[in-house]
């Protein structure tokens, strides 16, 4: 869920990823642009917090966002925190300001009622998105339709075919990518997008083909409008396609260079990781590239006769995502038009009858054959031709479909079709072709219904998993180490997986766990954070990661483990030793307080910014939650439903699920006992669901060789030329550019380097899958002690304290010209308000002051972030102003010392893990950086909830106390 992205830690603790342009003016510190903020806020709160003083009549920060607080005797307790629960009744309530709105979430407690409404609102289905309009035209064609202000005047048109590589069969690999080719590129619909201010692609992935068009509203060179042009472009696309010798035969040139380019070590780990992950099906052998020598090898048949097996209407899915000029009702007339011509997929198409296939189903399972076939104008016995009246066929050019002479049939199982299946009510009458009564989710199974009309697979990708919980199968053994030794290869990395099913987001139940999760994982992070910044840690990075995954079709939890060779062992301790700490005791309550907080401000500030999201990360957001079987919420009601379930989450529902989660790497070789210690009376509770976990699958990639140091053996030279790609096969080449013998020539350097003998003076580095196992499974590392609660500051400076300093020093704005000497130590008697606080420019949009100790000020209001802003502080005296000399403040001394600054991150009375909780909940980002002539401090901040002031206390902080 987008609403869950949770907060991120990074080993500096002024560190910021985003990229903003800023406007400044020449001159000494400065602050820019406030985005988000009203102007009039601006000035208030920069006037004040730069001299440390939040006005009684409107510093007074809000009530803590979303802090649990109990209306009784005492404010001491809250469902977080542990210790005796006070006798009820009582009200527990979370508290969010919307800026003049305030929302209250209560429930009362120590009353018999209580456990009783929390587990309805749980229960209650999450509200779906009431702009999200979605349908299905009479030939089974689905559309998705989605008005997104942004970007403006654009929009975003995707036609998803479910059918990807996974689909292939052992002779097909590859074919899947082959056809994406050759009806994109083969389009002469396609080809008149070009030139009119669109674009569009294609790409191949496990699951499904998408192709894609990013356009404007109105063609630039016609002014017509351009949505219409695009569908009849993607209709044809996937529907009426020619499969000319020529076109196939270029692209398949294509095909064989991206899989030559792609064939680089980042691409061999990947088939390496998904390979181990999932042996027990196709995901882990039908990679979206395919196989080179069998796409070499095929005739223009095999080509065809993939597409025409899985491009039905009933198996495609149309996503309009942006910024429409029309109604709905406009642009679903428009979806019929282009796309409601084209009759549903029959079996017909591969030479079979309704009447036949039901009656070999409903006897037995059994074979059904077949003596006809189609001819090589595709008519056959095919009802349809490619006349634009069914689904289309050979256009003489290609050979037509050849039929199996034996093909498997069998009604589909009740039990084996998921309840997310589209239509799941009616499957029982459904039944499939190339599976069988206890497998329909073999290679190349397709699916049709008593009438003989294809439809779509229930289950996406079609495969069986095998998960990481529930009880042990009978010979069921732990998860073997599986090595992969390559000479180019830096570092040793370890990777721990547990597979488990997808929970779909339906009720507020399935918001809560996903919640929790997210907790887990922001908790370790932080961890491993506090560990690295340790003088010379051992690992280069250990990361913690459970998602859902719908190119994937199931949830994977991964432990990722990197570390420079000869620090493999130590890695793997620091590893076990955290997750088992937070296995074995939980998260304490401050941990579980500070990203309640943060996700909850997260939460919000997305929620203000929903308007921004552009057009692809919607539809993607679309995409992926249709696959997984979410119900898909806007933003707003998405934050209040996590503003709800916040409210009911507690301490040890949070370690319950922590105690299940995690236990696939925190008890490597433990996994019956872990079964067994769950089982126990004494132990209810303290698991959640899905109980104990397992890994199913543990990967070690590692360098071939080291030196006598330890340090890994660089070999090669500069033979992987290939740029780097992912699984997925996407964008397109050039045929006629291609030089297909140089890179196939340069792939066979690179698969030579595998069995390449040791440089001279190199040491074999083989780490074996007992000594990995024996290090996962130490027991040396059952004696640890719980994690320190760290207390989180409602304040970095006392309100006490800056209400003095602002009593002392008096601030004020002062006329922007003249020199900082001239400045008046005393306050003068009055100072023009025109002259001290001059009209923002109207060109630019931007308000300048000078504080009467010399710093200025320009911030501009934007709406590019909403409820978001940015305050840079820019210090003259970078690089440049070093020494030449040796020593102190000689060359390298503003990079060292801003190093030091930016590592430390203690400030006044408070440790770094206190900074960086306190900027963990308040959603605060920030990074410190010197060039050759400035020292710059960002700071990226929430600008709700007194995220403003909580900025400007940090900045106030690290100026006047770093320590």
């Keep these: 869920m987008a609403l869950l992205r949770g907060p991120s830690c990074s080993p500096g603790l002024f560190t910021h990823r985003?990229?903003?342009?800023?406007?400044?003016?020449?001159?000494?510190?400065?602050?820019?642009?406030?985005?988000?903020?009203?102007?009039?806020?601006?000035?208030?709160?920069?006037?004040?917090?730069?001299?440390?003083?939040?006005?009684?009549?409107?510093?007074?920060r809000p009530q803590q966002f979303a802090r649990p607080l109990h209306f009784g005797s005492k404010l001491t307790w809250s469902p977080s925190r542990p210790g005796t629960k006070l006798a009820g009744p009582h009200i527990t309530a979370t508290i969010h300001f919307h800026g003049r709105r305030v929302t209250i979430h209560a429930a009362l407690a120590g009353v018999a009622d209580a456990a009783t409404d929390a587990r309805t609102l749980l229960q209650t289905p999450v509200r779906g998105n009431p702009d999200l309009v979605t349908g299905q035209l009479d030939n089974g064609l689905r559309y998705v339709i989605l008005p997104n202000p942004t970007p403006p005047q654009r929009f975003e048109a995707h036609l998803e075919v479910h059918a990807g590589s996974v689909d292939e069969r052992a002779n097909e690999q590859g074919v899947a990518h082959l056809v994406e080719h050759v009806t994109f590129l083969g389009s002469k619909r396609r080809e008149s997008l070009l030139g009119t201010g669109a674009r569009a692609n294609a790409y191949t992935d496990f699951h499904?083909?998408?192709?894609?068009?990013?356009?404007?509203?109105?063609?630039?060179?016609?002014?017509?409008?351009?949505?219409?042009?695009?569908?009849?472009?993607?209709?044809?696309?996937?529907?009426?396609?020619?499969?000319?010798?020529?076109r196939i035969e270029k692209e398949r040139k294509a095909v064989l260079a991206e899989a030559q380019m792609m064939n680089n070590i980042d691409y061999r780990i990947d088939c390496q990781l998904l390979t181990y992950l999932h042996a027990e099906n196709n995901l882990g052998c039908r990679f979206p590239i395919g196989k080179t020598e069998q796409v070499k090898t095929w005739e223009h048949s095999v080509v065809q006769n993939f597409w025409k097996k899985w491009y039905f209407p009933a198996n495609v899915t149309l996503y309009v995502v942006g910024d429409l000029d029309r109604s709905n009702e406009e642009v679903k007339a428009l979806i019929h038009a282009a796309f409601g011509k084209f009759q549903a997929g029959s079996i017909e198409d591969h030479g079979l009858t309704a009447t036949a296939l039901l009656n070999c189903s409903r006897g037995a399972a059994g074979l059904l054959s077949s003596s006809s076939s189609a001819d090589g104008n595709g008519n056959g016995n095919s009802a349809r031709s490619g006349n634009g009246n069914g689904v289309g066929s050979s256009n003489g050019n290609g050979t037509a479909a050849a039929v199996t002479a034996d093909i498997p049939v069998a009604v589909v199982p009740d039990e084996i079709i998921p309840a997310s299946a589209p239509g799941n009510s009616n499957?029982?009458?459904?039944?499939?072709?190339?599976?069988?009564?206890?497998?329909?989710?073999?290679?190349?199974?397709?699916?049709?219904?008593?009438?003989?009309?294809?439809?779509?697979?229930?289950?996406?990708?079609?495969?069986?998993h095998k998960h990481g919980c529930g009880a042990m199968q009978p010979g069921e053994a732990p998860a073997a180490v599986s090595n992969f030794r390559h000479p180019l290869l830096q570092h040793f990395m370890l990777t721990v997986f547990c597979k488990l099913p997808v929970y779909s987001l339906k009720a507020h139940t399935d918001l809560k766990y996903s919640f929790m999760v997210r907790t887990i994982l922001a908790a370790f992070q932080f961890r491993m954070n506090q560990r690295y910044v340790r003088a010379d840690p051992p690992f280069l990075g250990i990361d913690l990661d459970i998602s859902d995954s719908g190119r994937e079709g199931c949830c994977v939890a991964t432990l990722t483990i990197t570390a420079q060779p000869i620090y493999w062992e130590q890695t793997i301790k620091v590893a076990v030793e955290e997750i088992r700490r937070l296995q074995r005791f939980g998260l304490t309550a401050s941990e579980v307080e500070r990203y309640t907080l943060s996700m909850l401000r997260d939460s919000a500030q997305l929620a203000q910014q929903a308007n921004s999201i552009p057009h692809i990360n919607s539809l993607d957001f679309i995409m992926e939650s249709l696959a997984l079987g979410h119900t898909i919420m806007n933003h707003s009601d998405a934050h209040e439903a996590l503003e709800a379930v916040a409210a009911t989450t507690t301490l040890e529902d949070v370690n319950a699920l922590a105690a299940s989660m995690l236990t696939f790497a925190s008890d490597v070789g433990r996994e019956e006992e872990m079964l067994e210690v769950a089982a126990q009376p004494e132990t209810e509770g303290k698991f959640a669901k899905p109980g104990p976990t397992r890994a199913t699958s543990i990967v070690a990639c590692m360098p071939a060789y080291i030196d006598q140091y330890g340090d890994t053996v660089t070999v090669g030279g500069g033979v992987m030329k290939h740029s780097s790609g992912g699984m997925g096969a996407s964008g397109h080449l050039d045929a006629d550019e291609i030089n297909l013998e140089e890179l196939e020539a340069?792939?066979?350097?690179?698969?030579?380097?595998?069995?390449?003998?040791?440089?001279?003076?190199?040491?074999?580095?083989?780490?074996?899958?007992?000594?990995?196992?024996?290090?996962?499974?130490?027991?040396?590392?059952?004696?640890?002690?719980?994690?320190?609660?760290?207390?989180?500051?409602?304040?970095?400076?006392?309100?006490?304290?800056?209400?003095?300093?602002?009593?002392?020093l008096q601030p004020r704005f002062v006329p922007l010209d003249g020199e900082l000497n001239l400045v008046p130590a005393a306050a003068p008697a009055a100072v023009s308000e025109s002259v001290a606080r001059p009209p923002t420019n109207a060109e630019t949009g931007i308000t300048q002051r000078?504080?009467?100790?010399?710093?200025?000020?320009?911030?501009?209001?934007?709406?590019?972030?909403?409820?978001?802003?940015?305050?840079?502080?820019?210090?003259?005296?970078?690089?440049?102003?070093?020494?030449?000399?040796?020593?102190?403040?000689?060359?390298?001394?503003?990079?060292?010392?801003?190093?030091?600054?930016?590592?430390?991150?203690?400030?006044?009375?408070?440790?770094?893990?206190?900074?960086?909780?306190?900027?963990i909940a308040n959603l605060i980002h920030s990074v410190m950086d010197s060039n050759d002539e400035f020292l710059v401090l960002d700071v990226h901040f929430a600008a709700t909830n007194g995220g403003l002031q909580c900025a400007f206390e940090l900045v106030h902080q690290i100026l006047q106390a770093p320590r």
């Design 18 to 60: 985003k990229q903003h342009s800023h406007v400044c003016s020449p001159g000494g510190t400065r602050v820019a642009r406030l985005a988000g903020l009203p102007r009039r806020t601006c000035t208030k709160v920069v006037n004040s917090c730069f001299y440390s003083r939040p006005s009684a009549s409107r510093v007074s």
């Design 208 to 246: 499904h083909t998408v192709f894609h068009v990013h356009a404007p509203l109105t063609n630039c060179i016609t002014r017509t409008p351009m949505l219409p042009q695009v569908l009849e472009a993607l209709a044809e696309i996937a529907f009426e396609p020619q499969f000319l010798p020529m």
């Design 427 to 464: 499957w029982k009458d459904h039944i499939v072709i190339n599976g069988d009564s206890s497998n329909i989710l073999g290679e190349g199974v397709i699916a049709a219904n008593s009438n003989g009309w294809k439809l779509r697979h229930p289950v996406r990708p079609p495969v069986i």
């Design 746 to 808: 340069q792939s066979k350097e690179v698969d030579a380097l595998q069995d390449m003998q040791a440089p001279a003076g190199a040491i074999s580095f083989d780490v074996s899958a007992e000594q990995i196992i024996k290090a996962l499974a130490s027991p040396d590392l059952d004696n640890i002690e719980p994690y320190p609660d760290v207390e989180l500051p409602d304040h970095l400076v006392d309100p006490e304290v800056i209400e003095q300093r602002y009593q002392e």
């Design 850 to 919: 000078r504080l009467s100790n010399g710093i200025r000020i320009n911030y501009r209001h934007t709406d590019n972030e909403p409820k978001a802003g940015l305050l840079r502080i820019v210090a003259a005296g970078g690089r440049a102003a070093e020494s030449r000399e040796p020593g102190p403040g000689g060359a390298g001394a503003v990079a060292v010392a801003t190093r030091t600054l930016s590592e430390g991150g203690a400030v006044g009375d408070w440790s770094r893990e206190q900074v960086e909780a306190y900027c």
